[in-house]
């Protein structure tokens, strides 16, 4: 029963494709949701979404995660990337049958 449990409360992954390019996301953990509300009540949506970015998004095989950097530039674009992205994180957090 242990093992099913653990099993069942591993990190979802899922994709989304912005302007041609697949994002792989994984789950945020408990932690890095409480983290990003502190980020956010803290420094602003723009440093909130930036940390879950560098969070969830999985890089390619050999590629480096995103730096702070990145991650804050990302955060900084418009709309149309950066709502895909956050309703794709949140899908996972909320939606019980999303598979991984």
């Known amino acids: 029963m242990m093992r099913e ?6 990190l ?5 494709t912005l302007e041609g390019v697949t994002i792989q996301l ?5 932690a890095e949701r ?3 509300i502190e980020i956010g009540a803290k420094s602003g949506e723009e440093a909130s979404f930036a ?3 560098r969070t969830c998004i999985v890089p390619d095989e050999g590629e480096p995660p995103l730096t702070d950097e990145e991650a804050l ?3 900084g674009l418009s709309g ?13 957090i ?3 049958e999303k598979k991984s």
């Open 80 to 92: 149309r990337v950066t709502a895909p992205l956050v309703a794709a994180i949140t899908e996972l």
């Open 51 to 53: 940390f879950i970015f």
């Open 12 to 16: 979802r992954r899922s994709s989304v």
């Open 73 to 75: 530039r990302l955060a």
């Open 26 to 30: 994984r789950e945020p953990t408990l």
């Open 5 to 10: 449990i653990l099993t069942s409360g591993a």
């Open 34 to 36: 409480r983290r990003y």
């Open 94 to 96: 909320l939606d019980p």
